[in-house]
């Protein structure tokens, strides 16, 4: 069975620091990973999907196979990245599979 | 309007009533799930689709019903609520060949 963990629920920092939320995942077979962003009270909007290897809103994100890993990374935060941020695993197949989610962490940036 | 959208978006009911929370997408996209959102625990799947009148049991089934007699539609019903049913609860949808999910706006539900 696949398995994401995010293991910080809160993370703060000041505006212009740069920022690192981390994932860990689970799966004996070939992932796809993807990093969901929700501003407050806003509904899900993807951010990030490891494939296509971009960098939106400054943020980056590397899947590392060998830590099983999909940390989201940005040099300088802003006030407006405060957000929940959650990662996910794609698996199972396209034709039926679902993404499971990580508990998700809820980034403060302080002015 | 196009995308996925959620009604009601606010619902206060109390235990033991049944709710319907309804789910429209105008994609026509084959996929949708339904997701509880819950501090501490993340989203959790409740039910998904795979095509009208093909559902299937996500993590935390128990307690709701889910019907897809059209694409578009997929509601979510909770038989008789319980306080533990509080949540948000979000709707999404996918196409054929991705994992990509599009989101509703949520609903907050509040069983008293």
């Known amino acids: 069975a696949q398995r994401v963990t995010q293991p910080e629920k809160l993370l703060s920092v000041f505006k212009g620091a740069p920022v690192e939320l981390k994932c860990n995942y689970s799966?004996?077979?070939?992932?796809?990973l993807f990093w969901y962003v929700q501003y407050s009270r806003q509904r899900l909007q993807l951010l990030l999907r490891?494939?296509s290897r971009e960098s939106i809103k400054g943020f980056t994100a590397d899947l590392n196979k060998g830590e099983t890993s999909f940390h989201l990374k940005k040099p300088f935060a802003q006030e407006e990245d405060s957000a929940m941020y959650y990662c996910?695993?794609?698996?199972?197949?396209?034709?039926?599979?679902?993404?499971?989610f990580g508990q998700g962490t809820i980034l403060t940036v302080h002015p | 309007d196009a995308g996925i959208t959620q009604s009601p978006r606010y619902k206060i009911t109390e235990t033991g009533r049944q709710v319907t929370l309804m789910c429209h997408q105008t994609w026509s996209h084959s996929y949708m799930f339904w997701y509880r959102q819950d501090l501490g625990h993340g989203l959790r799947l409740i039910y998904y689709s795979a095509a009208a009148d093909i559902t299937d049991k996500g993590e935390v089934p128990d307690g709701y019903v889910v019907s897809r007699s059209k694409t578009e539609n997929f509601p979510l019903t909770l038989e008789s609520a319980t306080r533990s049913q509080t949540s948000v609860y979000f709707c999404a949808s996918r196409e054929v060949g991705t994992y990509e999910q599009y989101f509703g706006p949520g609903t907050r539900l509040t069983v008293t």
């Open positions: 996910a695993l794609g698996a199972g197949g396209t034709s039926y599979g679902k993404l499971t």
């Open positions: 799966y004996s077979g070939s992932p796809e």
């Open positions: 490891h494939i």
